[in-house]
């Protein structure tokens, strides 16, 4: 079963990447989980990525010594049109219909914490004169007392009837002491509108977090009060807060690690004694470290006083985790074959989170001809983070593949030398060398080449989740100039791929992705004076599904793929939540590569297609599913592609 794992990477080569369309007939889903089961009377149930479909579904009663079924009837008076499909979606009862209790208690005690958290919800929507009433079995739940008998009724009727009443407005804000330098609209507390309680939770929330951003750690809420006028229909809210003093860090403390230099932990948290104390600055020197997969844990704490210097103890504590690592995995589709790769590491060498990687892979098993034209490619990668600076990272690799696509077959051992030096919180600079020794064969015959290049990036990323971006932009640029020794060449490559994300409104059922690249390479005598490997293509599950990898190139007169001097991509995706856990992806791609400096838009191709995504803990499972709209006359129809992560 093929698993892509999509990463957008500095090489060009990766653009397109290899992403095994499943195409001419065979669907292999990669995460697609199918459940089939069978009743004493031998009817079906199906289940599709965890959502029953039909049939009856086997109920789990193993753990329930007294399964007792319940049937609710729900019915809501008053409020908005949304009040009640919110409420049903809030009621325990409602949502564990399916599932037995244990025992006549287990009804009552389900339709008690209900109670509560219908009540609650009321008061989330503003409607804090709302009435709910559970009867079960004819009883009201306020005058069943003891343990229940309901004469072994199955199911037991349970009625909920909820009158809302009317929806109160925000009459008064009062903010007193420290809570007093807030304006309340900016908290969301306006007179006459709705006086939701989350809005009452979150505002006090603010100014807990608002002044604890501002140097105070000892911040807190004394009084929150809300007071309802019945007779009125509003609601008066008073909030009081007390800073507390002002503080700077005292001395990092470091605990827990037994293996890494306490000095390499505090240098790397980038945290120092005498610093104004910002809980932002703690949680993001927590994330930094744990991001050094080094460790097992990392927690950091404050002191609950200040020490005698008026300064506020800080311990990182941290646990260190299994420093050595190994892992392979396997890779399957109708067109490229099987695909196997592993790899060891180590991730603190010396002490200082040094990374050690070694990791080779062979595919197209099954497909290519000979043992001449599998894809196989093995290095070793070190990295040192802390270099120089604690926001810098050395990274030294040298990796040989030899690689068989259909524009060329290459065998290229590279060298390379690289410093990533993270600007801000979103911003990444790197710079780096790079030596490559290529053979390559390709539509222009066998040349070697011996490059001398120095890449610069700059990188961009506010997105909110890697894997699944609901907001944000991803913006990756490289200009790389290159030599070739043995051509006595010199070009420059210039590539930008940019991908940003829209989610309206509140709910994010609903996200818009669109990703646009450009590039172009100057310089050198003529196309085939720059390696294939460094030329532009499109196609595959990275750039234009539905055509096969790295198809989209200029042509020779006998249709032999040339790869390009510049090229254009476009990608827009709608991802549709169906269910929690369930999106439907319609997309289109397109792509123009051309032998100019600049694209003419003469050869664009483009597909259209549906995915399917299944949401994880661990990130999306996709499937999608594209068609050629210009396909080539030896292309394929159609390509299936299947993945972890968003496309994009």
């Keep these: 079963m093929f698993f892509e794992y999509q990463m957008v990477t500095r090489f060009r080569k990766d653009r397109s990447r290899r992403s095994a369309p499943l195409g001419k007939g065979l669907l292999l889903a990669a995460g697609l989980s199918v459940g089939l089961s069978f009743s004493v009377q031998e009817t079906y149930a199906f289940s599709l990525f965890g959502v029953h479909l039909f049939g009856e579904k086997e109920e789990e009663t193993q753990d329930v010594q007294d ?14 049109s949304e009040l009640e499909s919110f409420l049903k979606r809030r009621s325990l009862l409602i949502n564990g219909e399916n ?46 007392a003891g343990v229940p008998s309901f004469g072994r009724i199955d199911p037991v009727p349970v009625k909920v009837n909820i009158q809302a009443g009317p929806q109160f407005t925000f009459s008064t804000i009062d903010l007193q002491d420290d809570a007093a330098q807030f304006n309340p609209a900016d908290l969301g507390l306006v007179t006459g509108t709705p006086a939701y309680s989350t809005a009452i939770l979150s505002a006090a929330r603010t100014i807990t977090a608002d002044l604890k951003s501002d140097g105070h750690p000892f911040a807190k809420i004394t009084n929150r009060e809300v007071i309802a006028n019945h007779a009125r229909n509003t609601v008066k809210v008073v909030i009081s807060a007390l800073a507390g003093p002002k503080a700077n860090l005292g001395p990092i403390a470091i605990q827990g690690s037994e293996a ?64 050595r690592y190994f892992g392979f995995g396997a890779q399957v589709s109708s067109i490229d074959g099987l695909g ?75 060298a390379t030398l690289g410093y990533t ?105 003529s196309l085939k004076s720059i390696p294939a490997t460094q030329r532009f293509y499109a196609g595959g599950g990275g750039s234009v599904r539905g055509y096969a990898y790295e198809s989209i190139s200029p042509r020779t007169a006998d ?54 995504r299944y949401l994880t803990g661990f990130g999306p499972i996709r499937l999608d599913v594209a068609l050629p709209l210009d396909r080539y006359p030896d292309g394929d129809r159609y390509g299936i592609y299947a993945g972890i992560g968003q496309s994009f």
């Design 421 to 525: 030096f993270e600007q801000s919180d979103y911003n990444t600079i790197t710079l780096s060398t790079a030596t490559t020794y290529s053979n390559i064969k390709d539509a222009f015959g066998t040349e070697d080449y011996l490059t001398l290049s120095a890449p610069l990036g700059f990188d961009r990323d506010t997105r909110d989740d890697a894997l699944n971006p609901t907001k944000g932009v991803y913006l990756i640029t490289t200009a790389e100039p290159a030599y070739d020794f043995l051509g006595n060449t010199f070009y420059t490559s210039f590539d930008a791929i940019g991908s940003t994300y829209f989610t309206p409104g509140e709910s994010d059922r609903l996200t818009l992705a669109g990703r646009v690249g450009v590039g172009t390479i100057v310089g050198g005598d």
């Design 260 to 323: 890494v230099d306490p000095d390499f932990i505090r240098t790397y948290s980038r945290l120092k004694a005498g610093e104004t104390y910002s809980p932002e600055e703690l949680n993001e020197a927590a994330n930094r470290l744990r991001k050094l997969n080094t460790f097992q844990t990392v927690n950091i704490v404050t002191g609950d006083t200040l020490d005698e210097n008026g300064q506020l103890p800080t311990t990182i504590n941290v646990r260190d985790g299994k420093f």
């Design 99 to 144: 599932s037995p209790v244990d025992g006549d208690l287990g009804v009552v005690v389900r339709a008690r914490d209900d109670l509560q958290l219908l009540v609650g919800s009321l008061f989330e929507k503003a409607y804090y004169g709302g009435v709910v009433n559970i009867v079960i079995d004819g009883r009201p739940l306020d005058e069943i």
């Design 559 to 612: 249709g032999q793929a040339t790869g390009g001097r510049s090229y254009v991509q476009a990608n827009l995706e709608a991802r549709i939540g169906i269910t929690e856990n369930i999106q439907i992806v319609p997309f289109m791609d397109a792509a123009d590569v051309s032998d100019k400096n600049f694209p003419d838009f003469s050869n664009v191709k483009a597909s259209a297609g549906l995915g399917v």
């Design 67 to 80: 399964p007792v079924r319940y049937t609710v009837s729900f019915s809501v008076e008053g409020g908005n």
């Design 340 to 414: 196997l790769e592993g790899y060891w590491g180590h991730r603190n060498l010396f002490g200082h989170a040094e990374g050690l990687r070694l990791e080779a892979s062979v595919s197209r098993i099954g497909e290519a001809s000979d043992i001449s034209d599998l894809d196989i490619a093995g290095g070793v990668t070190y990295t040192k983070p802390g270099f120089l600076s604690p926001s810098g990272t050395l990274k030294a690799s040298l990796i040989t593949t030899s690689e068989n696509p259909d524009p060329y077959d290459a065998l290229s051992v590279a």
